[in-house]
């Protein structure tokens, strides 16, 4: 009996012996390590045979354990067969591909954990592969790169993946067509979640792709449904180079931070609206975009070969461009607030569009861009501060640049390189480390030519001018008595008049050039800040009036008296009324351009405060326009220029009018 139980015993230990070794065994291989690559042979075998991968009809291999590969992990050359991670992790150490589909067709790749590889999946030439229910986190490149044949057509699906934190894109489609992207989410992926690069036909369909964003570059045909984008810093980016290339078809079911997506191709006489989260206008006409609050995209508002569209009153910010128009034509841009961006408002081929009244402030590159043959075009009245550039100018011309209020640039106010027959006047150019930048480049110098400059207040600038290379012969000033340009380093003195500044007598004009460089002077530099105003005028007319003074002129008025200050008035007799202050105890002087229309006779009156002065009637004046000049003592002074001798539209507008007329007069921050 002892016998018995002590065999007992003996087996029993045999047994738990048996068990634990089996045990052990199976703990092995659940935790097994391949340190090289494991290959799914042509032939159906595993190479390394000891790798955690078993199949038994070399059709389904499953994963029997964890990997970790210092390399490459698992490169596929055999066709139809799946490869299913049954929730295992492929671990990598930076280097390689977790899974490389290089040249492979109908292959199925799910339920895997691939971490830390450069690449998570790569689809090289490959044809009809799914992706499916992976988690592909943490690679240094890319969680899944698909790369061409575009010709072919690549036929991939890619769906209800978990792609997050990777270093690059979440999804990188590279010259390949016909792919379906559908139900992923991607999740805060390094530079962007998906991006398409000259990749046409794809499908993208039920994705939340956030904290990172979605880009294409020269892609085309693309349909987007249903895919939600959120939080990102960057949401959307279309680009390309012609028309062709940003022909998708992205429908309103496609939100940004839960507001449509507004992509419309071959649409007219149209309103965006309020809701917007994104718009693109490609080949569409006579679209109104207002009022709209556009924020964190690769464009607030993209224009493609559009014409006849009205882009005004939106609050733009946060994108890496504002507004972005190719190729369009005869569009209007004004009245936006355009804010904390790359570019504000930019034009690529883009002819005959006009952009004024815009704030354009605090960008991290450039304020308004006009290049590529973007020719033609009005950019006036913009207040445009805080700017690494003001004005960027390249490979264009005879555009107007006009009005508009340029300060505060960390480079360039205005700067122009290969340009021609380009106007840039009345503009305020203040406290920039460059004024004014023109390069040529180091052999285009005769492709840069009647580029003219002239009624600019230059201030206070570090450097007022500065010209590269060889610079050529630009005009400065407009002539007599018109003038040049106002720069606040000018140190000559105002005590001649006329065209040789020979004649005794000031005139607002300095008396010798200012030299802009060895090749450009202004010949008639202007000794106080230019200005003018737009005389608004009974019957819906308006005059300019000019002021050059070295007083700071505000508050300009046309009104008629209805009690006079001074004895030689009379009540009802028309006056042109406004302020000039400047440091007490200074000279200060003005010299006003007064059109006939308004001023029609020698027997006017100026008054600073109240008290006549002698003022000069310049021998320049002409049958369309008169020139005063006169000096007072600075303070905060009114001025009245009386207006003895009505001009015909004035005597009808008195008998029209019952009591006092005051039409205010404004100075002019873009063009009526």
Known sequence: MTDDFMRGKVGLAMMLTLFTCMLCSAMEINNAKAIGIIYIRGNGSIDPPTAPISSFDNVTYTLTGDITSDFEGIVIERDSITLDGAGHTLQGNGLGTGVDLSLRNNVTVENMQIIEFYDGIILDNSSGDSISGNNITANNNDGIHVSGPSLVGTRNTISRDNISENDRFGIYLADC????????????????????????????????????????????????????????????????????????????????????????????????????????????????????????????????????????????????????????SSNSISANRITNSGYGIKLDSSNGNNIFGNIITTNDGLGVVLEAS??????????ITNNVRGIYLEQCGSNIISWNNITASNADGIYLWSCFNDIIFANEIANNDYGINIDYGLLDAASSSGNKFYHNNLVNNTNQVTSFYYPPTSIWDDGYPSGGNYWSDYNGTDLKTGSYQNETGSDGIGDIPYVVDGSNQDNFPLVGIFSEFNVSLPFNQTENLTIISNSTVSNLALAWWLSSPYDGLQPGQPFIQFFATGENGSVGFCRLMIPRTVLNSSSYIVLVDSYPVNATELPVSNSTHVYLYFTYAHSTREVIVTIPEFAPFLTLALFMIATLLTVIVYRRKHPV
Not at 375 to 383: A, L, R, Y
């Open 177 to 328: 067509n016909s792919n379906n992207v559908s139900e992923n989410s991607i999740i805060a992926n390094h530079v962007d979640g998906v991006y398409l690069d000259y990749s046409d036909d794809n499908i993208f369909t039920g994705n939340m792709i956030g904290n990172n964003g979605l880009s294409l570059w020269s892609s085309s045909g693309n349909v987007l449904r249903s895919n939600n984008i959120t939080d990102n810093a960057e949401a959307l980016s279309i680009n390309g180079i012609g028309c062709s290339d940003f022909v998708n078809d992205v429908d309103i079911s496609n939100t940004i931070d839960g507001k449509p997506i507004y992509y419309m191709v071959h649409e007219h006489d149209r309103s965006i609206p309020i809701d917007a989260g994104y718009v693109a206008l490609v080949l569409c006409s006579s679209i109104t975009v207002q009022n709209l609050n556009l924020t964190n995209n690769g464009q607030g508002i993209l224009l493609v070969n559009t014409t006849d569209s009205i882009i005004t009153q939106n609050n733009i910010m946060n994108n890496d461009c504002d507004i972005s128009l190719l190729s369009s």
């Open 374 to 383: 973007s020719n033609s075009n009005n950019v006036s009245g913009n207040n």
